[in-house]
């Protein structure tokens, strides 16, 4: 066995940390400088740590974890009234940015009709626009104490519809571009998750609840919280097609209303915060090669940023102030949808795949993940100290 993962292991751990306190100080959110660190260890600048197997196992645990204490800290009563708020906010924030990565593909390449070739390569470049990576935001929101507020409860009842919904529009475009999707398939799968979501949630939380009057505050309970974590994040990626991180944000859900919630929570965190969440953060950073950009497709890459940070802000900062929202409070929530994150990645892998997407436009995707992942917790703090409109 080749054991130079676990130096790659310690830089990365190390320099996530060390970032991470730089950045507080300086007043921004820690995560940013947990992905700057990854930046620096990467290919781009350094070249000392790749995002290997290892790393990339260590990444998903992470993404996992984070998704699940976002559950686990959930105020259940909120989330139910939000529910429409986030679909509304979600349905605009899909939207938005699939027509205006579409119209900024035509605009540079020319505008074709389906179902030519480049019809299909500017829908998946808006595809590619339509997920959130509602991780960063939550570790943002988390780190802010303002996680279980309203307007934070939208974010992330939002970006979780938000993959859902990415996920069919994905199939679409995979189908109408000659690939094997199946959209009928895809709604049931969707529907039967929830539906199975329910009915295994109700008997564990039932059985959770059992557990923690027979061992109140024992390790017991967040060990068997996580096995159930676990299993709702495979059953979601593996059974039904789904983000396995939504699994893990459905199964926080089951067991946030449990008495011991916050003690398991707690538990969690400590394996999250010093391990699994500093590489997930800093494989981001790890991910990215800048060496592959030229001056043919920087401009492309510079207005494909400027539109997935605006397309999102506006979209669903629109849909929010649908909603009621005052216009402080749509800016936060646009903010908080800005990010991108892996979905987008594995969108554009799907492109390639599909010989729909060239290997051309990866800098593109790559660039715009790093400045969303990076501005959005940086401009989520000012955003939230200011005083709240009337």
Same mark, same amino acid.
């Given at each position: 066995?080749?054991?130079?993962?676990l130096l790659?292991?310690a830089?990365i751990?190390?320099l996530a940390?060390?970032?991470?306190?730089? *950045?507080?100080?300086?007043?921004?959110p820690?995560v940013?400088?947990?992905?700057?660190?990854?930046l620096?260890?990467?290919?781009?600048?350094?070249?000392l740590?790749t995002? +290997?197997?290892i790393?990339?196992?260590?990444?998903?645990?992470?993404?996992?974890?984070l998704?699940?204490?976002?559950g686990?800290?959930?105020d259940?009563?909120k989330?139910?009234?939000s529910?429409l708020?986030?679909?509304?906010v979600?349905?605009?924030?899909?939207?938005v940015?699939?027509i205006?990565?579409?119209?900024?593909?035509?605009?540079?390449?020319?505008?074709?009709?389906?179902?030519?070739?480049?019809?299909?390569?500017?829908l998946f470049m808006?595809?590619?626009?339509?997920?959130?990576s509602?991780?960063?935001?939550?570790?943002?929101?988390?780190?802010?104490g303002?996680?279980?507020?309203?307007?934070?409860t939208?974010i992330?009842?939002a970006?979780?519809?938000?993959?859902?919904i990415?996920?069919?529009?994905l199939?679409?475009?995979?189908?109408?571009?000659?690939?094997?999707g +199946?959209v009928?398939i895809v709604?049931c799968?969707i529907a039967l998750f929830?539906?199975v979501?329910?009915?295994?949630?109700?008997?564990v939380?039932?059985?959770?609840?059992?557990?923690?009057e027979?061992?109140?505050h024992t390790?017991?309970?967040p060990?068997?919280?996580?096995?159930? $974590?676990?299993?709702m *994040?495979?059953?979601?990626?593996q059974?039904?097609?789904?983000?396995?991180?939504?699994?893990?944000?459905?199964a926080?859900?089951?067991?946030?209303?449990?008495?011991?919630n916050?003690?398991?929570?707690k538990?969690?965190?400590? *394996?999250?915060?010093m391990?699994?969440?500093?590489v997930?953060?800093?494989?981001?950073?790890l991910?990215?090669d800048?060496?592959?950009? +030229?001056?043919?497709?920087?401009g492309f890459s510079? $207005?494909?940023i400027?539109?997935a940070?605006?397309?999102?802000?506006?979209?669903c900062?629109?849909a929010?102030?649908?909603?009621g929202?005052?216009?402080m409070?749509?800016l936060r929530i646009g903010?908080?949808?800005m990010?991108?994150?892996?979905?987008?990645?594995?969108v554009?892998?799907?492109g390639?795949?599909e010989?729909?997407?060239? *290997?051309?436009?990866?800098?593109?995707?790559?660039?715009m993940?790093i400045v969303?992942s990076?501005?959005? @917790?940086?401009l989520?703090k @000012?955003?939230?100290?200011?005083?709240?409109?009337?």
């Open positions: 066995m080749d054991y130079s993962f790659e292991l830089m751990i190390f940390k060390a970032f991470g306190i730089l *950045s507080r100080r300086i007043g921004i820690q940013a400088g947990e992905i700057v660190a990854g620096l260890l990467g290919p781009s600048v350094l070249g740590a995002a +290997n197997d790393t990339e196992i260590f990444a998903e645990i992470g993404v996992i974890m998704m699940f204490e976002a686990l800290d959930t259940i009563v989330l139910k009234k529910g708020k986030s679909f509304v979600a349905c605009i924030g899909v939207l940015p699939l205006g990565g579409h119209l900024l593909y035509g605009l540079f390449y020319g505008f074709a009709a389906p179902p030519s070739k480049e019809f299909y390569t500017a808006g595809t590619i626009l339509t997920a959130t509602v991780s960063i935001t939550v570790a943002a929101l988390s780190e802010m303002k996680l279980t507020t309203d307007v934070g939208t992330i009842g970006a979780v519809i938000d993959d859902v990415g996920i069919v529009v199939t679409l475009v995979v189908s109408g571009a000659g690939g094997q +199946n009928g709604l799968k929830f539906v979501t329910f009915i295994v949630g109700f008997v939380h039932k059985i959770m609840a059992w557990l923690e027979k061992h109140p390790q017991r309970l060990i068997y919280s996580l096995a159930f $974590c676990f299993a *994040s495979y059953a979601a990626e059974f039904f097609g789904i983000a396995d991180i939504t699994g893990a944000y459905a926080g859900l089951v067991l946030c209303t449990i008495r011991n916050s003690y398991v929570e538990k969690i965190d400590i *394996s999250s915060y391990l699994f969440g500093p997930f953060f800093a494989c981001i950073g991910k990215t800048l060496s592959g950009i +030229n001056l043919s497709i920087l510079i $207005c494909f400027i539109v940070l605006i397309t999102k802000v506006i979209g900062g629109i929010a102030r649908f909603c929202y005052g216009w409070d749509c903010t908080g949808m990010t991108r994150g892996e979905v987008a990645l594995v554009a892998q799907k390639l795949s010989g729909v997407l060239t *290997s051309a436009f990866f800098p593109a995707v790559i660039l993940i969303t990076v501005a959005t @917790p940086i989520l @000012p955003l939230f100290s200011k005083v709240e409109e009337s």
